[in-house]
């Protein structure tokens, strides 16, 4: 068993669950700038295939070349005005939290940044689409479509929890909000390696960050609409522009209604962000942003493997129940940030974010032990329980930061200081109706029985759930981070790192009345190289360390210890002729992973170890004028390094 080694992708019965055939979309865009107005234009994009292969080893690669010229057909295009044409837009930015001020060739890890010219020419409207153009990430559970989930080096984060991620950043990941849409969002960073001297808490692998749209001091629009297969129709809007020399707002929105090429299954949602920009003095910026949005996701595993072969049932089956109705999933956010240039060579961050996340509804599944499940004893009648969630969660940090340059003992020193505090809170009530095992006879209508190959849906009255989990957990946190990067030499850089993390969780089961807490130390190291072999080319090496809080509890109502993971990374950057490249080797090892303890309860311990090796080519640019590249190739070995049962098995 691979445990949570993973590689190329979910369970068989996961991988279906948003696995469509080629689709195509029609497109119309009405771009405003500058007081002119472009005529609508059709473009009709493919859009890419989605795949997943469940293996230890895997390679995967990703290719897309961007033209500035739309493509069109020339029945439908309208040549648009002169004056249509979407000008230069200054951006009023500020500084990223915890990045520093470094070029690309100067940082010791690897690094792609997937930006909105890329994202649109992939036709990604959400973050798993987008994390698809990376080889270094694969798709993992996803909780039957109803969030984000990645393995990032072959290593996948908490699957009691979608994978984290940054927004500008902001620990942002967490929660039951749904998958995490494009709207609103400028590009994607994924920051690969050890992070958790600066980052703290994260994944094994690597760390994704989202950077989003901010207000510009420069009237500027943009409308879409969009219609493709399955009945999926999407509208987007933006709009930024000034209320005055030192306020300025940005708007941006979302609504989409699509079918799926699974039967009865469709979904809607629609957000909605705005943002404001006040640049207070020539040295200070404040930005204030709000993300709302609202998810409605028929639960959907995806189709069976039968006697351990896919095919046999087709991939439009559904094998839920229609009746029970999509699940909602509902965002409320807010982020601040404040940042202040004291002169040239230091600046100051200080910022706030909090998040609320919930998600709710009735979902029928399929029944994973061997002893209840009739299709193991006649082949074609699905036992299935029904389940209803209701899940909240809510997350605050805040962070403060300096970072600037000196001059001490003769070296360049680029130092960041910083301190962060955040709070995470997730409640959980999980009910559920199950049948009883086989060898009491139970009724089709107790076993929510349903042929595979032949469903009919609503033959039984839907059974009602009852409690199993009722639980709330408590994270917090406090960190101090530090880093100093130094030029020995014109061509030799050290960066030193650490970053020291005091933990508390605390657990209540409510059922049992019983609380349980831990507290927990870690101190994580950073050591990088950077040698600047050529103007253009620079070899780097690295080593960190990182852990990661597991939500949840044992047997016995108990947390977990924390996963630990160490890595090394050595690599090589360059930059030639408009083309950007990075080629790295590395290795993560991790402990602590949660493992099936016991089988028939489904209760976990954390007491796996795993390793993940390989290599990765990354190419990003422009080859000519209007004719972006971007390609990516990965090479992964994961695998455990003991012998413990697959935690995926019963989810």
Partial sequence: MQGRAHSGGPSACEANSRLSPPSCICEVVIIRAGG????????????????????????????????????????????????????????????????????????????????????????????????????????????????????LRGFVGDENLPSNYLVNGFNAGRGFGGPRDLSGIESVEILKGPRAALFGRGEPGGTVNLVTKRPTFKTAGEFRVSAGSFKTYRADADWTAPLSYAVAVRLVGFAEDAGSFRDTVETRKHGISPSLAWRISPQSRLVYELELSHQEIPFDRGVLAVNGQLGRVPQ???????????????????????????????????????????????????????????????????????????????????????????????????????????????????????????????????QQAINIFNPIYGSYPLPTPTPLTNRVETQKSVGVFVQDQINLSERLQLRLGARFDDYEQTLEDRATNRVSKQKETRTSPQLGVVFQAAEALSLYATYGQNFRPLSGADAQGNGFKPNQSTSVEAGAKFSLGGIDGTLAVFQVEQKNILVVDDPSAFTLAAIGKAKSQGFEVDLQGELAEGLSLWASYAYVDAKTSNTFNDANFGV
Wanted: glycine share 8%.
């Fill in 316 to 446: 439009s089956r559904f094998l839920g129940e229609p009746g029970d109705g999509p699940l909602k999933a509902d965002v409320q956010g807010h982020q601040l940030e404040f940042q202040h240039d004291f002169s040239k060579d230091w600046s100051a961050l200080l910022g706030f974010t909090t998040r609320k996340t919930s998600l709710e509804g009735f979902s029928t599944e399929a029944e994973l032990a061997a002893n209840r499940q009739r299709l193991l004893v006649d082949g074609q009648t699905l036992t299935r329980q029904r389940r209803f969630r209701d899940y909240d969660a809510s997350y605050q940090v805040i962070r403060g930061e300096i970072n600037g340059r000196f001059q001490w003992a003769g070296l360049q020193h680029r130092l960041i200081f910083g301190v962060d505090a955040d709070r995470f809170e997730n409640d959980q009530v999980f009910l559920r109706a199950r049948a009883p095992t086989l060898a009491s006879n139970p009724t089709p209508a107790q």
């Fill in 36 to 151: 002119q107005t472009s005529r609508p234009h059709l473009a009709f994009l493919p859009l890419p295939i989605r795949r997943g292969s469940p293996v230890k080893s895997y390679k995967r690669a990703a290719l897309v070349l961007c033209s500035a010229t739309p493509l069109a057909l020339p029945a439908f295009a309208q040549e648009a005005s002169p004056g249509a044409r979407l000008d230069t837009v200054t951006v009023t930015g500020t500084r990223q939290a915890y990045q520093g001020d470094f070029k690309r060739l100067e940082t010791p890890q690897a690094e792609q940044s997937i930006d909105a010219q890329t994202l649109r020419a992939s036709g990604a409207v959400d973050l798993t689409q987008a994390l698809d153009l990376s080889a270094s990430i694969a798709r993992q559970n996803n909780f039957g479509g109803l969030w984000n989930a990645f393995a």
